[in-house]
């Protein structure tokens, strides 16, 4: 009797341990092939962007960041595409975009004045170009501007507009172009340009660490969204856009945002 009930208990012992063992086993292999699918089997797509601070740029430990990269990475993955970021001569954007050598711009790209040029996924963010000025400086106005010098970085859309002119635009005494925007700040620091020109978000950090302010106008207000060639998929343009849309009322673009220090409620399209 005791021999069988022994036997009855190791029989019972051995089907509890097959049953967990089928059970990981499965669980193992599904674990497997999830990241399987959220990595290397997706299909890439290849995002063109500049060195351009908070939306595109290297950290400390050379790792590329910022708003774009991050709004990117959750908008992708959630259309079954695995980004792969590269820096591109911003000067020559259209002809690389052209030329099939990346997919997409994404990186703080105006739409505005640019309709036609692109198949354009967005607006996802709003914002304004902006002028900042030292904080004891006289300038307070955009006519103040008149005859002043102003720096810009070169071929962002503050120096299309200040070199275009147009109504309520001043006649700046001397445009100063800057291949980056730390040598733009940098030459206002030490007093080489009494204003320099540039996107909100991108200046708005020096105005919290640095003795600056901007100016109560701007300069314009845009539309940033993502570029396509004219050749590209429509469906795919379509379906990033309600993506976006879509993580904005989830609050997650909101919490990009925040997370490198701007305020979202001027900046997040739609709100």
């Given at each position: 009797?005791?021999?069988?009930?022994?036997?009855?208990?190791?029989?019972?012992?051995?089907?509890?341990?097959?049953?967990?063992?089928?059970i990981?086993?499965?669980?193992?292999?599904?674990q497997?092939?999830?990241?399987?699918?959220?990595?290397?089997?997706?299909?890439?797509?290849?995002?063109?962007?500049?060195n351009?601070?908070?939306?595109?740029?290297?950290d400390?430990?050379?790792?590329?960041?910022?708003i774009?990269?991050?709004?990117?990475?959750?908008?992708?993955?959630?259309?079954?595409y695995?980004?792969?970021?590269?820096?591109?001569?911003?000067?020559?954007?259209?002809?690389?975009?052209?030329?099939?050598?990346?997919?997409?711009?994404?990186?703080?790209?105006?739409?505005?004045?640019?309709?036609?040029?692109?198949?354009?996924?967005?607006?996802?963010?709003?914002?304004?170009?902006?002028?900042?000025?030292?904080?004891?400086?006289?300038i307070?106005?955009?006519?103040?501007?008149?005859?002043?010098?102003?720096?810009?970085?070169?071929?962002?859309k503050?120096?299309?507009?200040?070199?275009?002119g147009?109504?309520?635009?001043?006649?700046?005494?001397?445009?100063?172009?800057?291949?980056?925007?730390?040598?733009?700040?940098?030459?206002?620091?030490?007093?080489?340009?009494?204003?320099?020109?540039?996107?909100?978000?991108?200046?708005?950090?020096?105005?919290?660490?640095?003795?600056?302010?901007?100016?109560?106008?701007?300069?314009?207000?845009?539309?940033?969204?993502?570029?396509?060639?004219?050749?590209?998929?429509?469906?795919?343009?379509?379906?990033?856009?309600k993506?976006?849309e879509?993580m904005?009322?989830?609050?997650?673009?909101?919490?990009v945002?925040?997370?490198?220090?701007?305020?979202?409620?001027?900046?997040?399209?739609?709100?």
């Amino acid at each position: 009797m005791l021999f069988f009930t022994f036997k009855k208990a190791t029989i019972r012992v051995a089907m509890f341990l097959l049953s967990v063992s089928l059970i990981t086993g499965c669980f193992c292999q599904r674990q497997d092939h999830n990241k399987s699918v959220s990595d290397d089997s997706l299909p890439t797509i290849v995002v063109g962007i500049d060195n351009y601070e908070p939306f595109s740029f290297k950290d400390e430990e050379g790792n590329i960041i910022g708003i774009d990269v991050e709004l990117a990475k959750e908008a992708f993955h959630r259309l079954n595409y695995k980004p792969v970021f590269q820096f591109i001569d911003w000067s020559k954007k259209k002809e690389i975009l052209d030329s099939k050598q990346i997919d997409c711009i994404w990186s703080s790209f105006t739409m505005t004045g640019r309709e036609d040029q692109y198949l354009w996924a967005g607006p996802y963010l709003y914002s304004q170009h902006v002028v900042m000025v030292p904080k004891n400086s006289p300038i307070h106005s955009l006519k103040d501007l008149n005859g002043k010098i102003v720096g810009v970085q070169s071929t962002t859309k503050p120096e299309d507009i200040l070199l275009s002119g147009g109504k309520n635009i001043p006649k700046v005494k001397e445009l100063i172009v800057f291949p980056t925007k730390s040598e733009t700040v940098a030459s206002l620091r030490e007093g080489g340009v009494e204003a320099v020109a540039g996107h909100i978000t991108a200046l708005y950090r020096y105005t919290v660490q640095e003795n600056f302010r901007f100016l109560s106008e701007a300069l314009e207000e845009v539309r940033l969204g993502i570029a396509f060639p004219k050749s590209g998929d429509p469906k795919l343009v379509d379906a990033l856009t309600k993506t976006l849309e879509d993580m904005k009322n989830e609050g997650v673009v909101d919490e990009v945002v925040e997370k490198y220090g701007l305020d979202p409620k001027p900046l997040v399209w739609g709100k």
